[in-house]
Structure formats: structure tokens, C-alpha cells
């Protein structure tokens, strides 16, 4: 009698469970199926673009190297006008040298408000003159100063990348917000995976970058009423260019390490600053900068370009979903993940 209702009760506890694993996949494929429709309809969203690329007059910061480089010279190809700013005179004869006659570089120092102005005064007069409105801005110049453990690291240097990656990219947004704002176009602002996560060892970057990521959604909500006019963050994963060759990199480590206070030299010792030099010499960056590019053209010509440009697979495949998790999880992965130093000299010795 107990075997059979035993029996009973068992069958019907695996034809509910049967039931819930029917449900649980039904669930599972309505689920992806959505998903796929939804990628679907955003991609073809995304399609149209804005034409007239002979009319469109747009500002590019800091164009000597990199991104900015390959942006105004694609720019350039299309057929648009550019205000191309270089920080040195060296840029600003190589861009005349390299580009048609459509762009148009000068010196802008986004870290120094004189600068900026006097940009917005050569823009204006150009755009007068013309009969145009000004259709983007670019914000693209950026450093990245002050690399190593947080305390080889001053508080200098976190002013520094500041000036540059976040006051100078505010203070250039700002001044030509209103021209931006008649003509209904575009700021694109280049931020980074540094800006949504954290991997130690550049600090003031990545603080630079959070803060970058801030201002950047205000604004994007902000500007909303402003139909037509529309904010882009770009956040590209790790690519080779100046700022992560391994001559930028190596000089900055060497620097924090040989300005770093003698106690503190002596708390890590000379073995923790060659095996931490030598492990971020090997990281290896992507060498398709047209990834980012192609970011920077949907930006600034699709007709409804995306709010935020996840560029590359490390960052669309690793470092997005890390932002995700719990931060157990986060800073274990990072850990396992990334090069794991040896111990401080001072450490060593207790042990
Ligand atoms: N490479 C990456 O993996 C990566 C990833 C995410 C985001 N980013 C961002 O992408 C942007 C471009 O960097 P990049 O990788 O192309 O490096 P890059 O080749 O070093 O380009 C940076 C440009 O910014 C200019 N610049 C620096 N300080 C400036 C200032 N005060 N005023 C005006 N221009 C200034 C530099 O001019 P000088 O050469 O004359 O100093 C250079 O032309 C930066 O905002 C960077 O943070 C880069």
C-alpha cells in the first residue's frame, strides 16, 4: 500500500518536473528568439545614414597620432571639412601634408582654456565665412600619464590626465555645445573600458575616464528636448597606438618608479618594479584601429547612432560582461585574469 502511493506520488513529481523543463525551455527559446528579432531590428536601426558629407564641417581633437589621425584622414576621404586640433606644430604640418586641402589643423591644447578659445574663434570665422553650421565634435585627444602600483603614483598625475581626458574634454564640449546645439548635430566623446572598469595600474587613466563616462551621460540626457541632436561614447578595449606602445608605457612606469619617494622604492624593491615593467610590456594590443573608426564615422553620420560604442572583442567579450558581476566575482576573474605581481621586497622579508 505505501510502495503504491509511494509509487504515485513519485510519477507525478516527474511529470511536473517534466512539465517545468518543458516551460523552462519554451521560456529559454521565446527568450533568444526576442533577442535575435531585437538585434535584428537594431541592426537595420542603425542603417541609414546621413549624407551630404560635403557639407558636413566637423572639430576633431587631438589629431597628431592614432584614432584622431585615421579619423580625420577618413574624414577627409568622404569628403568633409575638418577642424583638425594638434597639440604641437609638428601635427599640424603633417596634417597639412597628408590631407586635401578640405582640413583644416591648428594648434588647440585642450588642457589650456586659451586654447580652446582661440579654437572657437578660428571655427567660427571659417563657418561665417562658408555659410555652414558646424555638424560635430569630436572629442578625441587623451593621455595617459602616471602608470604603477597606486602609491608610485602622484597626485600630479592625476591632475595631468585630468586636464586632458576630463576638464579639457568638458571645457571643449561646453564652448561648442551652442553651435552643436543650432545645428542639431553631434558630440562624440571618446572615453574607453576604462571608463566602466577597472584593471589596476594606470589609476589617474581610469579615474579620468569614470569621469568622463559621467559627464558623458548627463549630457546625453540633458540634451534630450534638443530633438536631432545626439550624444556618443566611445569605448574602445586596448589597441596599439602612442598611448599603449610599449615605449609610452615603459617611460611611465620608469618615471613613477624613479620619482616614487626612497621609502617606498625600498618597501617594493627592484625586483617588483622589473617584473611588473616587463608583464605590461607584454600585453598585446589589436592593431585594427579601423574598429574604432567605423565607431567614430556611425557617430558622427548615422542617423540614429547608438548611445555608447563598445569597440573590440576583448571589450565586448570580456571586459563589458566583467561590469556585470558581483565584485567577488569581478576581482577574483581580474586577478586570474591579469599579470599577479610578486611580494613588495618588505613583505618578502616578513613572510
Ligand atoms: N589606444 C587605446 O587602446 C585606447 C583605448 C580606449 C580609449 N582610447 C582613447 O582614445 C583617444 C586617442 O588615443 P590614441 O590611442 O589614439 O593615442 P595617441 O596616438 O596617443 O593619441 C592621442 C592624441 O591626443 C593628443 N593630445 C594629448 N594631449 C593633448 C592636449 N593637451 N591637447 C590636445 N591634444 C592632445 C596627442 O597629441 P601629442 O601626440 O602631440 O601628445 C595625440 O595626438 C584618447 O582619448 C584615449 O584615451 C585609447
Redesign the pocket.
Known sequence: MVWIKLKELLTSNMESIGGMNSTLVKVLAGSAGLYVVYKLCDGLLRLPRIGRYSDRYILV????????LELVKRLDSLGCHVFA?C??ES?VAQLTNCCSDRVMPFL????KPNSIRKALLIVSNKLSEDGKELWAVVN?????LGAGPLEWITIDDYRASNA??LY?MIDVTMTFLPLIKKSRGRVVI?S?M?GRIVIPGTCPYYVSKHGTEAFSDELRRSMRPYSGLKVSIIE????L????SGTNIGANIDRSWNEAPAEIRQEFGEHYYKSVREARLKRN?SKRISDVTNAYEHAIFGRYPRPRYVVGRDAQIVLRPLTWLPEWLADWLIEKMTFKPPLPAALMLTS
Open positions: 581633437t587631438g589629431c597628431g597620432s592614432g584614432f584622431g586640433g597639440r604641437t601635427s588647440m591644447d585642450v588642457a578625441n585627444a587623451g593621455t595617459g586632458v581626458n579639457g571618446m574607453s576604462a574602445p578595449g586596448n589597441y597606438s602612442n598611448l599603449t594590443p
